[in-house]
């Protein structure tokens, strides 16, 4: 018989299932930043290939985010052998919804023609809701919050193996 709690309780070291939140790529490209976030009061830069092999992501892919990033006034890129990506400015002042504006652009309404019942109004009212809760949390979360909530964790699994 399982130990009262739930699941959880028993592993806390594994998360649950959560639908998707974000695109792979908009996912991928807040991971990036999450790492430069890291290295940006020490003023380091951090290339492609590094990120992409500590994170298990595409370089190729990857760089087609950072660029998008670059291009939006997210990141810089410095050229050379020592080069690299790095914030333009300190985490803090970057939000979760200017990422997500810059990597998904606007979300594009669904054609609900033929869907005008009570029933589909309701939902639609309900998608709007949504839509509109989810914008409030990104514009006030910014990276310097992902990157405690990620130290949080990190200090937590420390803890879990010794």
Request: avoid cysteine; hydrophobic fraction near 40%.
């Amino acid at each position: 018989m399982p130990k009262r709690g739930g699941l959880l309780s028993q592993f806390p070291h594994r998360l649950p299932q959560i639908a998707v939140a974000f695109s792979a790529k908009t996912e991928y490209g807040l991971v990036a930043l999450i790492e430069l976030a890291s290295l940006f009061s020490s003023g380091g830069v951090m290339q492609v290939g590094e990120i992409a092999s500590r994170q298990g992501i595409p370089d190729r892919y990857l760089e087609q985010m950072l660029t998008s990033l670059r291009r939006g006034g997210v990141l810089r890129s410095i050229r050379g052998p020592k080069g690299g990506y790095q914030l333009m400015r300190a985490p803090s002042d970057i939000k979760v919804s200017e990422v997500v504006q810059i990597l998904e652009g606007d979300p594009q309404p669904r054609d609900a023609s033929g869907r005008e019942t009570p029933e589909f109004q309701v939902l639609h009212g309900l998608a709007g809701e949504l839509q509109a809760a989810r914008q409030t949390l990104l514009e006030a979360t910014d990276l310097q919050t992902l990157i405690e909530r990620r130290d949080g964790l990190l200090q937590a699994q420390a803890m879990y193996f010794i």
